[in-house]
């Protein structure tokens, strides 16, 4: 990162800092530095703030414990982190798009936001994945290979749909490598670290207000003021309806248009174990799904309903191949420390017993193309529904204050009595149409099982909701109803979790709004 200009707020020899610039960008996750290296890429002079240092940590390290008013909300404590690259310097990488199975027709809706995000998705995506390095057709869809699409129109018949995900290397898992590919022409990008916004200066408009300025302060007190025409909140679900909620706060309601349901419909997606294979359907299975590369990067396999009631919740189901090998966790850990940007946390016995499962791994990556998975391995099939909406899971502002002087933020989230008759008639109706597929037998859970508790899978959604109702906060381009130059980009504009995992979609949008900002100025 040595062509990126990066300031320590918190190390600042200057106590009080003002900046100008045309975009200020808040949050340098997945969506933050995607728009920052790209709006920079196109000449627009850019300011990041993260509130993290280089290193992410969890929440609560970094100052930003939540209160938890009803069910702990593990995807507000395991699943986001603040630093340099955001939660991407721990997640999974997988990047796998909304589609056709996520829009419902509804003739009583005026906008139907899904149908708009998914046009989006399929004109943006091969952009986005050609800027993370993937320059080949995508087929998430849509197979070449003989043997994909030969599952696929089996699946068809049975009235299942089938989906291959992508995930990133372990390189590119944390988003902060696309800083390093700017050149040293691309000047106009400077990131500011251990900067948290805590105050806005805004006026209001006879139409539309304006944001004039932000304030950030880092923990021991450093002030900066940040002054720009257009401002992008991409600091998460979480954290950016606690942003504009405290904006709200600090305009006493006047700016943000006031039926906006900031923070409401805190919904993700509940996933849990349906189904354990058997020792024959497991070789079966691995041999027609288990994971695969190619040029580099990992695809598994998805299932997705083919003609879903359209009352329903969205869903999709996958395999999960349970590789509890020495080999296999040793790999784990040294790649995961490469992404976390930390030294490997590995005993000189587990160093020694795991090589011989290295070798395999790396035997099976680079001869077979595949993942090595022993043959007696349980695999389980796993449900991921999306959860049913409800205004009362939401995130809002506590009175007890942070060492930062903001309000704390209280979340309130639960799984309901529906989210669990949905799982079980999804889950019937899924197995009546798998039947004994290719030899692959699905024995059901029973409901006393530990293993099938069902919990949330890190995918927040909700809280910043697109649309042209009144309750929605941002348009379908993303600005944020009653202010002119305020935009929001994170999984949060998300009506519902849909069938896939919120990322890529996001960056989709994200690069539809650079697109808008650096031809029309929007």
Known sequence: MKNVKIANLFTSNK????????????????????????????????????????????????????????????????????????????????????????????????????????????????????????????????????????YQKLLQILGIGLVLDLSLPFRKKNFSFL??????????????????????????????????????????????????????????TIESARILLELNQSTKGMIIKDTAEIGCYLTDHISL????????????????????????????????????????????????????????????????????????????????????????????????????????????????????PNKENRVTLGEELDKYGRNVVNIKWKISENDIKNIKFITEKFFQKWQSFEGVELNTLKEDQNIAKPFDAYHPVGTCSMGKNKESVVDENLKVWGVENLWVVSTGVLPSAGTANPTFTMLCLAEELIGKIAINGV
Not at 205 to 217: F, I, N, S
Not at 301 to 326: A, L, W
Not at 352 to 379: C, E, H, M, Q
Request: glycine share 8%.
């Open 15 to 150: 106590s009080i800092l003002v900046e100008e610039c045309e975009v200020c960008v808040v949050g340098a996750g997945a969506a933050g530095i995607y728009l920052a290296v790209e709006l920079t890429r196109q000449g627009i002079d850019t300011i990041l703030l993260e509130a993290g240092d280089l290193t992410s940590i969890d929440p609560k390290s970094a100052g930003f414990s939540a209160f938890f008013e009803d069910e702990l909300y593990s995807g507000a404590t395991k699943g986001r982190f603040f630093g340099l690259g955001g939660t991407t310097s721990h997640w999974g990488g997988i990047l796998v798009p909304h589609t056709k199975y996520d829009v419902k027709r509804d003739n009583k809706c005026i906008f139907n936001t899904w149908g708009h995000i998914v046009n989006i998705v399929n004109s943006r995506g091969p952009s986005v994945l050609k800027k993370l390095g993937w320059n080949r057709k995508s087929e998430f869809t849509d197979f070449i290979g003989k043997k994909n699409h030969r």
């Open 179 to 236: 800083l390093r590919k700017l050149s040293k022409s691309n000047f106009k990008l400077r990131i500011f670290i251990n900067s948290v916004v805590y105050d806005w200066e805004a006026i209001s408009g006879d139409c539309e207000g304006r944001v004039q300025a932000v304030k950030v302060k880092s923990s021991n007190n450093n002030q900066l003021s940040v002054k720009a025409n257009k401002f992008i909140i991409s600091a998460g």
């Open 273 to 388: 174990p349906v189904a354990k294979l058997s020792k024959d359907s497991a070789v079966k299975a691995i041999k027609s799904f288990s994971p695969r590369f190619s040029h580099g990067w990992m695809r598994s396999f998805r299932f997705i309903d083919d003609c879903p009631d359209n009352n329903m919740p969205r869903s999709f189901f996958h395999f999960i191949f349970k590789n509890d090998s020495v080999g296999f966790s040793l790999a784990k850990e040294f790649l995961t420390s490469i992404q976390s940007s930390r030294w490997p946390k590995v005993s000189i016995r587990d160093l020694v017993l795991g090589v011989v499962g290295i070798i395999k791994l790396g035997i099976f990556k680079y001869v077979y193309s595949g993942l090595y998975i022993p043959k007696n391995a349980d695999i389980y099939l796993q449900l991921d529904v999306e959860q049913c």
